[in-house]
């Protein structure tokens, strides 16, 4: 039994004329007659009484037009469902990011997006790398900013800026008033290193360094890393952070030069290529005018 037999029947059990009925729906009356055998075969009653002169509904027909009547009606609100969130999703674009994204790139893009294309939605998501990395996998973002570079399966990469890490110390540091900060000078200082799971990047890169110049710190190991930034003026202790921690800084904190250069923390844009929306698409394009990537 499909849903264009419900229909052909309650359109005949309304007419009771198989001629109107055919004409109604555009097909043929023989062809019309046949459905409803089919259909009476399918239910296993006889829906119909027909004569030469008349058609009218019998006891069970009269109980099956109604609960069609009912499944058609179910049939087309489930149809308008699926169309309506088909379309709000042509009209939406998902972007997972970090702060980075959201300080050096957003303000650059998201304004003229939103006049380019006022009638779209534009969901912001913060959530760490791999929340992002999982989201996008499953279809659930269509953007991610992250400092890592994916490029496996569908999902591709595009590098979209590279910003140098700062050293950031309490002003009341010893070592605060050195105008260059000597390596072999850090030895044993208070030092907070974010944690690999939330910051797995921003780790890896300051892990790098310290294991690549000798360095033996005092580490601690955070997961919140602008709510330590406090931590840091009231316990003397040193971070090396994203550049875009600048303006967040506390009066008391200050940024100081290490006499080797610290490492760069690049941002990338990650999408799916297949498929890619049209949202998507403009995205990406906005994306590409406004930044050069390396």
Same mark, same amino acid.
Not at 148 to 158: A, V
């Given at each position: 039994?499909?849903?264009?037999?419900?229909?052909?029947?309650?359109?005949?059990?309304?007419?009771? $004329?198989?001629?109107?009925? !055919?004409?109604?729906?555009?097909?043929?009356?023989?062809?019309?007659?046949?459905?409803?055998?089919?259909?009476?075969?399918?239910?296993?009653?006889?829906?119909? $009484?027909? +004569?030469?002169?008349?058609?009218?509904?019998?006891?069970?027909? !009269?109980?099956?037009?109604?609960?069609?009547?009912?499944?058609?009606?179910?049939?087309?609100? !489930?149809?308008?469902?699926?169309?309506?969130?088909?379309?709000?999703?042509?009209?939406?674009?998902?972007?997972?990011?970090?702060?980075?994204?959201?300080?050096?790139?957003?303000?650059?893009?998201l304004p003229q997006l939103r006049i380019q294309n006022p009638e779209l939605m534009i969901e912001l998501i913060?959530?760490?790398?791999?929340?992002?990395?999982?989201?996008?996998?499953?279809?659930?973002?269509?953007? +991610?900013?992250?400092?890592?570079?994916? $490029?496996?399966?569908?999902?591709?990469?595009?590098?979209?800026?590279?910003?140098?890490?700062?050293?950031?110390?309490?002003?009341?540091? #010893?070592? !605060?008033?050195? #105008?260059?900060?000597?390596?072999?000078?850090?030895?044993?200082?208070?030092?907070?290193? #974010?944690?690999?799971?939330?910051?797995? +990047?921003?780790?890896?890169?300051?892990?790098?360094?310290?294991?690549?110049?000798?360095?033996?710190?005092?580490?601690?190991?955070?997961?919140?890393?602008?709510?330590?930034?406090?931590?840091?003026?009231?316990?003397?202790?040193?971070?090396?952070?994203?550049?875009?921690?600048?303006?967040?800084?506390?009066?008391?904190?200050?940024?100081?030069?290490?006499?080797?250069?610290?490492?760069?923390? #690049?941002?990338?844009?990650?999408?799916?290529?297949?498929?890619?929306?049209? $949202?998507?698409?403009?995205?990406?394009?906005?994306?590409?005018?406004?930044?050069?990537?390396?």
């Amino acid at each position: 039994m499909e849903l264009r037999h419900l229909r052909y029947f309650v359109t005949v059990a309304e007419e009771l $004329n198989f001629s109107k009925a !055919a004409l109604k729906l555009y097909t043929a009356q023989p062809s019309l007659s046949q459905q409803i055998k089919d259909l009476e075969a399918d239910v296993g009653v006889k829906l119909l $009484n027909r +004569t030469k002169r008349k058609v009218e509904l019998t006891e069970e027909g !009269a109980a099956f037009l109604e609960q069609a009547r009912l499944t058609l009606i179910q049939a087309d609100k !489930a149809v308008a469902t699926a169309r309506q969130i088909a379309k709000t999703k042509q009209q939406r674009l998902r972007i997972g990011f970090v702060p980075t994204a959201e300080i050096n790139v957003f303000p650059q893009v998201l304004p003229q997006l939103r006049i380019q294309n006022p009638e779209l939605m534009i969901e912001l998501i913060h959530m760490n790398e791999q929340e992002q990395i999982s989201a996008l996998k499953k279809n659930e973002l269509d953007i +991610t900013f992250t400092h890592q570079e994916l $490029n496996i399966d569908n999902i591709h990469s595009k590098k979209i800026l590279s910003k140098t890490l700062i050293f950031v110390i309490p002003e009341t540091h #010893p070592l !605060a008033q050195q #105008p260059v900060i000597h390596l072999n000078t850090l030895s044993y200082v208070d030092f907070i290193l #974010p944690n690999q799971e939330d910051f797995p +990047t921003l780790h890896a890169l300051i892990s790098r360094f310290i294991k690549q110049h000798h360095l033996t710190l005092d580490t601690h190991k955070t997961d919140h890393l602008l709510l330590d930034l406090n931590k840091m003026e009231h316990d003397n202790w040193c971070m090396i952070l994203p550049s875009y921690t600048k303006s967040m800084l506390a009066p008391d904190l200050v940024i100081r030069t290490l006499a080797a250069d610290l490492p760069d923390l #690049p941002l990338f844009m990650s999408f799916n290529e297949q498929p890619t929306s049209i $949202n998507t698409q403009k995205f990406i394009h906005l994306i590409s005018k406004v930044f050069c990537s390396e």
